[in-house]
């Protein structure tokens, strides 16, 4: 029976480690699409990206409860989308960088957990480093998100009344909880090493 469960957990590592190597892929894919964009992009010239009566009166509105912004009368018929694009091309890289450090730390849990090793010493190293990332995003997303949307506005004439700024409570929490599960798989292979010394 239990060699049954064994099995069957195995099966399923099998299958969930080929659809992250899907995935993998394709935020490589994206990434390097991505970076060729913005190269493009650079050397495109200008009026390519020029959009003409854009917006003109007054607006005031907030986002998320972070950012509050208003429209002036002062914003011009033309907003220039290059900058704009420029810079949001590095925040999406940032961010498929985060997924795909992650991605591979999960890819090599798994080869252990289909080669029958979960307390393998790698395993509490690379959780270790997916808590170090979880941790650092929570804080370095957090503050790009900021400097871009305010770039962005700033760009198309917004004018900025305030800004806030708090870490992704959730991505710090997760970051946390698997800052303790590395210590967990640590503990889990000096225990096995001991049996393993033992028998």
């Known amino acids: 029976m239990e060699k049954n469960n064994l099995e069957k957990m195995n099966q399923g590592a099998r299958v969930v480690a080929k659809v992250l190597q899907v995935v993998f892929w394709l935020f ?3 990434g390097g699409f991505l970076i060729i964009g ?3 992009v650079h050397f495109m010239p200008d009026h390519y990206f020029v959009i003409s ?3 003109k ?3 005031v509105f907030e986002i998320e409860g972070l950012f509050k912004y208003e429209f002036t009368n002062e914003l011009g018929r033309e907003v220039m989308l290059k900058p704009i694009i420029l810079l949001v091309i590095p ?4 961010s498929i960088l985060f997924y ?3 991605l591979r730390q999960l890819k090599l849990i798994l080869k252990t957990v289909i080669e029958n090793r979960p307390f393998d010493e790698k395993n509490s190293k690379s959780l270790f480093i997916m808590s170090m990332t979880f941790i650092a995003a929570s804080f370095i997303f957090e503050i790009t998100g900021t400097i871009i949307f305010s770039k962005i506005f700033e760009t198309i004439g917004i004018v900025g009344k305030g800004y806030t700024f708090t870490p992704d409570f959730t991505m710090l929490f997760t970051g946390i909880l698997l800052f303790i599960l590395s210590g967990v798989f640590k503990y889990g292979n000096y225990l096995q ?3 393993d ?3």
């Open 38 to 40: 913005g190269i493009v």
């Open 57 to 59: 009166g007054d607006l």
């Open 91 to 94: 925040g999406l890289l940032l």
């Open 100 to 102: 795909l450090i992650n």
């Open 197 to 199: 010394e033992t028998v």
């Open 28 to 30: 490589i894919v994206v």
């Open 53 to 55: 009566d854009f917006y």
């Open 193 to 195: 090493e001991e049996y």
